[in-house]
Every structure is written in C-alpha cells, then in structure tokens.
C-alpha cells in the first residue's frame, strides 16, 4: 500500500486554466505538505496543514489554494495557470517533528 | 531570511571511496537537521536525523556530523557505490512551535563511477 499518494502523475494544461491535484496519505499523520520543484530542482515549501488548519503559507501565489477535506487529504487546487507555474509538485506528510514522506511527484506542464 | 547552501552541485567519485556532502545554514538556528535522498522522478527519500545536541549519528554506510558552531552539516557514504548515485538533500528544520517548515538545501547530485 503507497504511503503518500497523489495524482495526476503527470499533467498538461493550457494557461489560463484551472486544475487540481489530489494527494492522499495513510500514515495517520497530522501534517501535510505541498512543496515545488522548479526546473532546477530546488525543493521549495509552498504549505503545509495540520489538523486540518493552514499553518504556513511562503510566498505563494493566492491562485494556489490548498484544501484538506480530511487529515488523510490534502488537496491542491490551481487557478489561472502561468508557464512559470510548470514544474513537479510533491505532497509529503509527517507526525510533525520528523521525517517527511513524500509522493511520487504530479508533474506540471502549463503551455 | 534563512539560507541553505550545499556545497557543490554535482559531485562524481570512484567506487569505493568515501563520498562527502556538505550543508551550510545561516540566518537561523536548527533543532535537527535531516538528509534526504532522490533519485530521477521519484519523491525524496529520508535517511538520517541528527538533533543539535548530537555530534554525529550513523547508519550503515551512511554518517553525518553536525557543528552548529560552524553551521554546517557534512554527510558521508564510506565504500559508495554505483547504487549511492543520486541527489541529496538537507533540510534544518527549525521545530518552531506552530510552524512545521521543513526547508530543503539545493542539492548535490552524487554520481558513484564503477
């Protein structure tokens, strides 16, 4: 059974629009993470929830709108598309205070 | 802001000789700090935690040392092998309460020459 498990693996869109991409974990954990990784592979935090409420929020656009049904979900939901938005998206989950388990990644492609 | 260098982008040794990674931080000052290994198109891999009032922790091949002195972090695989090919990743992790942010380094690609 997959841990941490998102999909679309892959997607390829048109500016403009709008799409999502679900992640679903079954470690029981209490937080969820979305992070980016451009082309250059930089790894970078966009949100994390527990218990259902937003903890943090970088610099991320607010077309980028994270939404968690439940603790085992956590959903991320792209308004408007911009070709700088291409790139892998990973959700990652952790009990809070240690290791991260991530996806498998939901690649990107906004032409 | 908080800044996370690790030493060099790409790093190619020969088999069997000791790899070392290095991770710089400044700005802030981590709880623990954890290294991670990704390799193409997959999520990045946990490997090792060691907390700030820990020298040195080992896991098999695997040994990190931590100076929050120094603000560095060096990662070691002794007898690497093709296998330990991939990208490595650290991450300082603050353990502010509230404030679960896990921020990763750039990233060294290691690649282990037969």
């Known amino acids: 059974d997959t841990a941490v498990s998102q999909t679309p693996k892959y997607l390829v869109t048109q500016m403009g629009n709008d799409k999502s991409i679900k992640c679903e974990q079954n470690l029981g954990h209490d937080t969820m993470y979305w992070y980016k990784q451009d082309s250059k592979k930089f790894l970078k935090i966009m949100f994390s929830?527990?218990?259902?409420?937003?903890?943090i929020n970088e610099t991320v656009p607010n077309r980028f709108s994270p939404k968690s049904p439940d603790k085992a979900h956590l959903n991320l939901h792209i308004n408007s598309l911009e070709l700088g938005d291409s790139a892998v998206y990973f959700c990652?989950?952790?009990?809070?205070?240690?290791?991260?388990?991530f996806g498998e990644g939901s690649r990107l492609t906004v032409l | 802001s908080q800044k996370i260098e690790q030493n060099s982008e790409a790093l190619n040794i020969q088999e069997g000789k000791t790899a070392t990674l290095t991770c710089n931080y400044t700005n802030y000052s981590p709880a623990y700090l954890q290294w991670y290994r990704q390799d193409p198109g997959r999520g990045p891999v946990f490997l090792l935690l060691?907390?700030?009032?820990?020298k040195e922790k080992r896991k098999e091949r695997l040994k990190v040392t931590f100076d929050t002195t120094l603000k560095q972090s060096l990662f070691h695989i002794t007898a690497s092998q093709p296998a330990d090919s991939a990208t490595y990743l650290c991450?300082?992790?603050?353990?502010?309460?509230?404030?679960?942010?896990?921020?990763f380094g750039t990233g060294t690609r290691l690649t282990v020459i037969p």
């Open positions: 990652a989950s952790s009990t809070g205070h240690g290791e991260l388990f």
């Open positions: 929830y527990n218990n259902k409420e937003l903890i």
């Open positions: 991450a300082p992790y603050r353990g502010r309460t509230g404030a679960n942010n896990l921020f």
């Open positions: 060691i907390r700030e009032n820990e």
